[in-house]
């Protein structure tokens, strides 16, 4: 303390000579009606001073209320991204049921067309393995669901119920190699076995070489075998390759339903026999 007093002994003399000046001003200033020498003189000093003070002053007030608006308009847009998010959530949320509704709604005007009782379900898990193609539904016995019995979606044939427990079933999806069911091609009445070849593809089997079968053919149900009603679309053919021998042809079918997102389906559930 004693080093910073003699250090600074000068600058702090200046200080206190003129805090004492200023005193001694203000209070002759309030007696008197005139200003002395002494007065004027002390003016002169300290108005520079005091005009700094004030610059230096409303700088600082100037700086907080800017940063005083600065936080409360952080503040607003916080609470405004909020809103938005809000907002949004809904908005996708509202958009995810009107579609859902649009769905079920044409499920149940293709209800109205098909044979036997449709049961309506919706798809809670799925196996895509090199070996299997299955998807799990949320329906089962106590829905009346039965093996064997087929399932469609609203653009066609989907695939058939293997597994059936008490509250859930699994279906064997039409692209699955263990999948077959007898087919017809549209245009012509060509008739073969649609037949699952693993991943999203399959081939109509047994198709005679003579058949009229073309590009972009459309291969529905035919119906014989009494498991899927007749006329239910299969797929479209993409590929059709006639050897020089043999007495059948090489027909590849893209499904009608897209199998990598199914969501609600319909299960035919009809009296047993």
Known sequence: MLEFLKKYRIQLLAGFALFVALIFFSLNLRRRDTTSSFEKVVLTVTSPVSGLITVVNDAIFGLWDGYLFLTKVKEENRRLLQTIKV????????????????????????????????????????????????????????????????????????????????????????????????????????????????????????????????????????????????GIPIGEVTMVKKGEYGIFQTVTVRPAVNLSRLEELLVLVSPPQ
């Open 87 to 230: 907002q949004n959530e809904r908005l996708i949320r509202g958009n995810e049921a009107l579609l859902e509704n649009e769905r079920l709604r044409s499920l149940l005007e293709m209800k109205a067309r098909l044979p036997g009782v449709p049961v309506a379900v919706s798809v809670i898990a799925e196996e895509v393995t090199p070996w299997f193609r299955t998807v799990v539904v949320n329906r089962g016995a106590q829905d009346g669901i039965r093996e064997g019995l087929p399932v469609l979606a609203l653009s066609g044939v989907v695939g058939q119920v293997i597994k059936v427990g008490a509250t859930s079933s699994k279906v064997l999806l039409l692209s699955d190699h263990a999948s077959a069911m007898a087919a017809t091609i549209q245009r012509s009445r060509a008739r073969g076995v649609v037949k699952g070849k693993g991943g999203d593809l399959c081939s109509l089997e047994f198709a005679s070489r003579l058949d009229d079968i073309k590009l972009g053919d459309i291969v529905v149900t035919s119906g014989i075998g009494g498991v899927y009603p007749k």
